[in-house]
């Protein structure tokens, strides 16, 4: 056995070891690799680690993140979550389904605010389960429609996920943002035109609402989420104009959502100190994470572990595209494990320049390693967001969550075959775009 191959059994084994007893993964990381470094160099095997960490400590573009954070936190604890669904759900509830619908845009538009999986499919969960029940909806709709609308979180911009992608890459971050909008919107679509026919279909799955509902009363519902809308449009449309970095785009709007919350008399210090809060753990949550990734992949391939694999995945004997879609079967199945960021920072080192050696497009390639990271999320036994539902929903059985999930597993797939088919359905938009990083 070559010591390269003893290596990556060991660090990754332990990694896996450590995950299932309980150990927070940016703790797992980062313990394998203090661990496997000492067993390697002894002290020294410490000084990569702190290369590694310092090395991320130092790039400008991790100051987007707590932005990004802030801004989704800011606008989902205040009442415009709230009141963004009642717009969703005055529009789209005559139809059949159209509360599944209306569920669907308020999860993607959450997901263009908070940036991540966990807070859009909580949030969409407590607020758009309750009249979904109430309407007599089919516990396979709620908690399909939720489940996987609320991972688009991190694919839909702007998504930190995709922000540490172009970091890992030196790809364009408002690239990668354009072709993940053009990615989530596709799957979107997939959701809400399954949902409409099933409703067609049997329409005792999706009651339509009762109440009449007058066109006043519609854009009346609008004026809630004119100024939120406005403020995400301006973020994204600064980065795909090229008038603004992520981090500059970031930062302005951070500054926007505190001024749109003071103005609906909101924004008082307890809503400060808990935004603040909040924010501070989450950005702390993804930061440590990436430092443990960062001493993790420094030990690897300080022990010639990524080049050993990189050699093995180009020598295989195989077609250029059952290699891509290797990869991509690899990330969805790490996906049921595993937090995105983690897998992120372990796999891109190592596939990314197999994909370059390879000829693939890499705005392409990051994308479409997003939307397995988002598959993974909703793949039983393991994925993150079925564990999310069961916690909305204490007293329902796994297996109607797990049976739930499927076609809307089935709809994604399927869109990603059509995106590895037609690249331009993602790489068309970035193509457009003047970028300013």
Excluded at 41 to 48: A, H, R, S, T
Excluded at 64 to 86: C, H, Q, R, T, W
Excluded at 113 to 140: D, E, F, H, I, Q
Aim: proline share 5%.
């Amino acid at each position: 056995m070559s010591p390269e191959l003893l290596l990556s059994l060991g660090m990754f084994g332990g990694l896996i070891l450590a995950v299932m007893a309980g150990v927070s993964l940016s703790f797992a990381l980062g313990g394998v690799a203090v661990i496997a470094g000492f067993l390697l160099y002894g002290i020294d095997g410490f000084m990569p680690i702190v290369t590694g960490v310092f090395n991320y400590m130092w790039m400008l573009l991790l100051t987007a993140i707590p932005f990004f954070v802030f801004i989704g936190v800011a606008l989902s604890k205040s009442k415009i979550a709230e009141d963004m669904y009642e717009a969703f759900y005055l529009w789209s509830g005559p139809l059949r389904g159209g509360l599944a619908v209306g569920s669907c845009f308020f999860a993607a538009a959450l997901s263009a605010m908070t940036g991540n999986c966990s807070a859009s499919t909580v949030t969409a969960g407590l607020v758009g389960m309750p009249p979904m029940r109430k309407k007599g909806y089919k516990a396979s709709v709620i908690f399909g429609t939720i489940g996987s609308a609320g991972t688009l979180g991190i694919l839909i911009p702007p998504s930190i996920t995709l922000i540490v992608i172009g970091m890992m890459t030196g790809q364009s971050i408002g690239k990668l943002f354009a072709g993940g909008l053009a990615a989530g919107l596709i799957i979107l679509a997939s959701f809400i035109l399954y949902i409409l026919v099933r409703s067609y279909l049997d329409p005792t799955l999706c009651p339509a609402m009762d109440e009449t509902v007058s066109f006043k009363q519609k854009l009346n519902a609008l004026k809630s989420v004119s100024l939120p809308a406005l403020i995400i449009a301006a973020i994204l449309g600064t980065i795909f104009l090229g008038v603004a970095t992520p981090t500059e785009a970031a930062s302005v709007g951070a500054l926007a959502v505190a001024l749109a919350v003071a103005l609906r008399g909101e924004f008082n210090w307890a809503f400060f100190k808990e935004v603040s809060h909040t924010t501070a753990a989450i950005t702390g949550m993804v930061l440590w994470i990436m430092f443990g990734a960062a001493g993790f992949v420094a030990v690897y391939s300080g022990g010639g572990g990524v080049y050993f694999v990189q050699e093995l995945l180009a020598g295989l004997e195989v077609n250029r595209w059952v290699l891509f879609l290797l990869m991509q079967l690899f990330v969805l199945v790490l996906g049921m494990f595993l937090d995105p960021m983690g897998i992120i920072l372990l796999c891109l080192p190592i596939f990314y320049p197999v994909v370059q050696q390879l000829g693939f497009d890499p705005i392409w390639f990051g994308v479409l390693f997003q939307v397995n990271l988002c598959i993974g999320y909703i793949t039983p036994p393991f994925g993150y967001n079925l564990f999310y539902l069961k916690s909305l929903s204490p007293k329902t059985d796994m297996r109607t969550i797990y049976a739930s999930v499927f076609p809307f597993i089935a709809l994604m797939l399927f869109c990603e075959v059509l995106m590895i088919l037609f690249p331009e359905l993602i790489v068309y938009l970035p193509a457009l775009m003047v970028t300013k990083g």
